[in-house]
Each structure stands twice: as C-alpha cells, then as structure tokens.
C-alpha cells in the first residue's frame, strides 16, 4: 500500500526555521517527482515546492522561492523541505505527493507562523 507520512511541523515565530520530512513508501519511489503542497485555513491546496528526479530539477512557488529548499533521499524514500524566513502567510497544513499526486493523501503536518 502507498503511505505518504508527513513530519516536522509546529509552531514558530516569523522568521523561524522548519525542516519538514517525508516518509513515502508503497510505489518506487525513484521514478516519481516529489512534491511538497500546502493548504491554509480556509484556502486551497498549492503546489510549493517540487524534485524532478529524472531531470535533477527542483522548482518553487514564487511565494517560497529564495526561502524553502526541497531536497531527497531516495536511498530511504525521503523527501525534505527546508523552509527559511518563515512569514504567517505560510501557515497551513503542508503535505507531500507526487508531482502528479496520487488520489489521497497523508495526515499533513501543521506548520503555525505566528508572533
């Protein structure tokens, strides 16, 4: 079965600092573009952040360019999102999928940017 279990996030200040994880098993994990999405309290699910495997390409919102970095570890089926700069706006429940996402989805985790 395809598990995607989502881990790292909590409450911090703006300007703080997260390192989100993510533990995907299920699939072979090497073929797939990973990525990171968001959604805040009452908004939409946003693609954030995305690792093109194959291409060694790794792309950002432009609400997150230049702050988070994504990053994998395809030896242990990972994938990680530094997140930097942290302002409240990227408040929301962060999640991890394909690039092209399965049709369900982890429990997330809550990142909370607030003073």
């Known amino acids: 079965q395809v598990q995607l279990v989502e881990s790292g996030g909590g409450l911090v200040q703006p300007g703080g600092s997260l390192q989100l994880s993510c533990e995907a098993s299920?699939?072979?994990?090497?073929?797939?573009?990973m990525s990171w999405y968001r959604q805040a309290p009452g908004g939409e699910r946003e693609l954030v952040a995305t690792f093109f495997n194959g291409l060694k390409v790794k792309t950002y919102g432009d609400s997150v360019k230049g702050r988070f970095t994504i990053s994998r570890d395809n030896a242990k089926n990972k994938v990680y999102l530094q997140m930097n700069d942290l302002k409240p706006e990227d408040t929301a429940v962060y999640f991890c999928?394909?690039?092209?996402?399965?049709?369900?989805w982890g429990p997330g985790t809550q990142v909370s940017v607030s003073s």
């Open positions: 999928n394909r690039w092209r996402p399965f049709p369900f």
């Open positions: 299920g699939f072979t994990f090497t073929d797939y573009a």
